[in-house]
């Protein structure tokens, strides 16, 4: 099993920016992709972005342009850097990992970012 901590969430400007960060800890050696998935109220959790070991990146098209993925896998982190933010970007932000053949291996406990004037 993997321990997954994010940071980062809050409230911000529409046209602003944030950075969402997440460690892992566990079972490190599972893990092959990284990501970051949203729940907005009412709707179902997706996916943002997701990143795996060797860097190969996917976005969702409503965030293609503005948010980007990085990982460091020396640290075991993962980090969402989010531009231009907009309101229908409000949402609960989890992290996730998953092994290379799909299975999840664990999530966080949930970021709130709220896009708000």
């Known amino acids: 099993q993997v321990q997954l901590v994010e940071s980062g969430g809050g409230l911000v400007q529409p046209g602003g920016s944030l950075r969402l960060s997440c460690a892992a800890s566990?079972?490190?050696?599972?893990?092959?992709?990284m990501g970051w998935y949203r729940q907005a109220p009412g709707k179902q959790r997706e996916l943002v972005a997701r990143?795996?070991?060797?860097?190969?990146?996917n976005y969702a098209e409503p965030v293609k342009g503005r948010f980007s993925i990085s990982r460091d896998n020396a640290k075991n982190t993962v980090s969402l850097q989010m531009n231009n933010l907009k309101s229908e970007d409000t949402a609960v932000y989890y992290c996730?990992?998953?092994?290379?053949?799909?299975?999840?291996?664990?999530w966080g406990q949930g970021t709130q970012v709220t896009v708000s004037s």
């Open positions: 996730n990992a998953r092994s290379f053949d799909g299975a999840s291996a664990g």
């Open positions: 566990g079972i490190i050696s599972s893990i092959y992709t």
């Open positions: 990143i795996t070991s060797g860097g190969v990146t």
